[in-house]
């Protein structure tokens, strides 16, 4: 027993540890997609989670690199503009920012080299030298501040609007939400995922820059100073942490990409009850209005959780690896040439020469480990960016393909007829041709069908000319509204033929409008419109 515990100490129990949580990871990323599996086939809404699935697979690799260059170039549009002024700035204020860190480096190592020598001279010298420069460093960090705060809104300012006039180019915001179900929650993807990506990009152009300005400039110096095995082995050493961190790291992605999506649903739910609480009082529906928000936030509440656990046990692996392990490499290149006697070196070097080499290279070093420690962790941000670009991604192919007149939405399987020998009607959204023509609106063989492939009418034949007084009637859901969505091309033709004016020349009056004026009925506001179209 006593042979046993004198293994029991305070190291080797760290590294268990740190070896046990890495097999954990492993293994709950492996079981998770078959728990993924598993919940897709119980789920009450297969259908969503079959489409989300689709959507979720986000990752460091070469279609998230292009995915970002496609929308970089929304957000700099060309190649002089003030998106690229501030790119320029932000990188000059981090170069004289890696000047100011260096020499602070070196007028430290000088004051502390005052101290211990006792000269009351130079650590005057010194000490007003930082004192003068103080202004200048901190004005630099303040531009830099500047910089990437204004640069962010830029960036918000380009791709918002840019977003903006493809939804609100024609019908594309009416049939995001009624023709195609491929985006639930438009405007979380609008508001919060654009402010979140932007401020994301750039944060990583600051987070990498810096870390890659030090590097570059630390090893020039090292090299000159220690030769140029020690950066090579914190090069060597940044290579192997940073593709073992990235392959630790892919969940991020797609868990970045789930909690938008809970958080659009949860702001949903929220929104749904205050555009319907006036039928949701009349039906007294508040009690199950209650489940259905605490059922939403309890799914983005146990997500959360989850997602909460793994950063933890990734920023447990990433501080020992990114940062700390990175430090004891620095302290083992950095200590070879001083412990080593035998070094031409530092043969034939004083106390204070050894101690002011020291604290020069030795902290040049810590701070070039510290930099490869900020870029392996900048990976973790890359990941969480990939989310979000393969939702901005997603949204600006929605709406590409909506402008252009192609939707998906999944159609309801039409139920059999009794009779064997029933036609059955094939239906092909915007298969039917619309005919600009003045004085006219002419029904020709189109079937009536509403987006989600039901049957209103088979075969829709009928003409009225200019000054024609017509009045349709029939029973709730017989087709009368969707009659008018089809003659204001709000939905797709199926088939046939429509002849009638164009878009500007029709004239409709919405039954219920409670944004653009006072209602003419006490339908409640959640009723389908019926319109009434004037020629």
Same mark, same amino acid.
């Given at each position: 027993?006593?042979?046993?515990?004198?293994?029991?100490?305070?190291?080797?129990?760290?590294?268990?540890?740190?070896?046990?949580?890495?097999?954990?990871?492993?293994?709950?990323?492996?079981?998770?997609?078959?728990?993924?599996?598993?919940?897709?086939?119980?789920?009450?809404?297969?259908?969503?989670?079959?489409?989300?699935?689709?959507?979720?697979?986000?990752?460091?690799?070469?279609?998230?690199?292009?995915?970002?260059?496609?929308?970089?170039?929304?957000?700099?549009?060309?190649?002089?503009?003030?998106?690229?002024?501030?790119?320029?700035?932000?990188?000059?204020?981090?170069?004289?920012?890696?000047?100011?860190?260096?020499?602070?480096?070196?007028?430290?190592?000088?004051?502390?080299?005052?101290?211990?020598?006792?000269?009351?001279?130079?650590?005057?010298?010194?000490?007003?030298?930082?004192?003068?420069?103080?202004?200048?460093?901190?004005?630099?960090? /303040?531009?830099?501040?500047?910089?990437?705060?204004?640069?962010?809104?830029?960036?918000?300012?380009?791709?918002?609007?840019?977003?903006?006039?493809?939804?609100?180019?024609?019908?594309?915001?009416?049939?995001?939400?009624?023709?195609?179900?491929?985006?639930?929650?438009?405007?979380?993807?609008?508001?919060?995922?654009?402010?979140?990506?932007?401020?994301?990009?750039?944060?990583?152009?600051?987070?990498?820059?810096?870390?890659?300005?030090?590097?570059?400039?630390?090893?020039?110096?090292?090299?000159?100073?220690?030769?140029?095995?020690?950066?090579?082995?914190?090069?060597?050493?940044?290579?192997?942490?940073?593709?073992?961190?990235?392959?630790?790291?892919?969940?991020?992605?797609?868990?970045?990409?789930?909690?938008?999506?809970?958080?659009?649903?949860?702001?949903?739910?929220?929104?749904?009850?205050?555009? /319907?609480?006036?039928?949701?009082?009349?039906?007294?529906?508040?009690?199950?209005?209650?489940?259905?928000?605490?059922?939403?936030?309890?799914?983005?509440?146990?997500?959360?959780?989850?997602?909460?656990?793994?950063?933890?046990?990734?920023?447990?692996?990433?501080?020992?690896?990114?940062?700390?392990?990175?430090?004891?490499?620095?302290?083992?290149?950095?200590?070879?040439?001083?412990? /080593?006697?035998?070094?031409?070196?530092?043969?034939?070097?004083?106390?204070?020469?050894?101690?002011?080499?020291?604290?020069?290279?030795?902290?040049?070093?810590?701070?070039?480990?510290?930099?490869?420690?900020?870029?392996?962790?900048?990976?973790?941000?890359?990941?969480?960016?990939?989310?979000?670009?393969?939702?901005?991604?997603?949204?600006?192919?929605?709406?590409?393909?909506?402008?252009?007149?192609?939707?998906?939405?999944?159609?309801?399987?039409?139920?059999?007829?009794?009779?064997?020998?029933?036609?059955?009607?094939?239906?092909?959204?915007?298969?039917?041709?619309?005919?600009?023509?003045?004085?006219?609106?002419?029904?020709?063989?189109?079937?009536?069908?509403?987006?989600?492939?039901?049957?209103?009418?088979?075969?829709?034949?009928?003409?009225?000319?200019?000054?024609?007084?017509?009045?349709?009637?029939?029973?709730?859901?017989?087709?009368?509204?969707?009659?008018?969505?089809?003659?204001?091309?709000?939905?797709?033709?199926?088939?046939?033929?429509?002849?009638?004016?164009?878009?500007?020349?029709?004239?409709?009056?919405?039954?219920?409008?409670? /944004?653009?004026?006072?209602?003419?009925?006490?339908?409640?506001?959640?009723?389908?419109?019926?319109?009434?179209?004037?020629?």
């Amino acid at each position: 027993m006593s042979a046993f515990s004198k293994y029991l100490t305070a190291k080797n129990s760290s590294i268990a540890g740190g070896i046990l949580l890495v097999l954990y990871l492993l293994k709950h990323r492996r079981r998770a997609p078959k728990q993924a599996g598993k919940k897709g086939s119980s789920a009450e809404l297969p259908l969503s989670i079959e489409k989300d699935g689709r959507k979720d697979r986000a990752a460091v690799d070469k279609v998230f690199f292009l995915r970002i260059l496609q929308i970089l170039r929304i957000m700099v549009p060309r190649f002089i503009c003030m998106e690229t002024g501030y790119l320029v700035f932000i990188a000059a204020m981090l170069v004289a920012r890696t000047y100011c860190d260096v020499w602070m480096i070196q007028n430290g190592t000088m004051i502390e080299s005052a101290i211990i020598g006792r000269s009351t001279k130079d650590f005057k010298v010194f000490l007003f030298s930082f004192i003068k420069f103080m202004p200048l460093i901190a004005l630099v960090n /303040n531009f830099l501040k500047l910089g990437l705060n204004e640069l962010k809104l830029r960036f918000r300012e380009r791709l918002t609007k840019n977003l903006y006039d493809q939804y609100l180019l024609g019908f594309t915001f009416y049939k995001m939400g009624n023709l195609d179900n491929r985006i639930a929650n438009a405007d979380q993807l609008l508001t919060q995922d654009v402010e979140k990506f932007c401020n994301s990009v750039v944060d990583l152009y600051s987070n990498l820059s810096k870390p890659l300005l030090d590097i570059g400039l630390y090893l020039f110096k090292l090299t000159s100073a220690i030769g140029a095995q020690g950066p090579a082995i914190m090069m060597a050493y940044l290579l192997i942490s940073g593709l073992f961190l990235t392959r630790l790291r892919r969940p991020i992605g797609k868990m970045t990409v789930t909690e938008q999506r809970y958080e659009g649903e949860y702001r949903y739910v929220n929104s749904r009850l205050i555009t /319907n609480s006036e039928e949701i009082a009349f039906y007294n529906g508040n009690l199950r209005e209650k489940q259905t928000i605490h059922a939403t936030f309890k799914k983005l509440v146990d997500h959360l959780h989850n997602f909460i656990f793994f950063r933890f046990s990734m920023g447990f692996v990433d501080s020992i690896i990114a940062k700390y392990i990175a430090t004891v490499v620095g302290y083992l290149v950095v200590s070879r040439p001083f412990l /080593n006697l035998s070094h031409p070196r530092h043969l034939h070097s004083s106390h204070n020469e050894l101690l002011e080499d020291y604290y020069q290279s030795g902290r040049m070093l810590l701070r070039m480990s510290q930099a490869l420690g900020r870029i392996v962790l900048a990976g973790r941000e890359m990941t969480r960016l990939s989310g979000f670009t393969a939702r901005i991604t997603e949204l600006m192919k929605v709406l590409k393909e909506l402008n252009a007149g192609k939707y998906e939405r999944t159609m309801v399987s039409q139920p059999e007829k009794e009779s064997d020998d029933a036609e059955k009607i094939l239906l092909v959204p915007g298969s039917g041709q619309i005919i600009n023509r003045d004085n006219i609106i002419k029904f020709d063989h189109t079937p009536l069908a509403t987006p989600n492939g039901d049957i209103l009418i088979k075969d829709l034949t009928f003409e009225v000319r200019s000054g024609t007084n017509v009045l349709v009637c029939g029973p709730n859901g017989c087709g009368k509204s969707s009659l008018f969505r089809a003659l204001g091309e709000l939905w797709p033709l199926f088939g046939g033929h429509l002849t009638k004016p164009e878009r500007g020349k029709l004239f409709y009056v919405p039954q219920g409008s409670p /944004n653009y004026g006072p209602r003419a009925d006490s339908s409640p506001p959640s009723r389908p419109p019926q319109f009434e179209p004037a020629l």
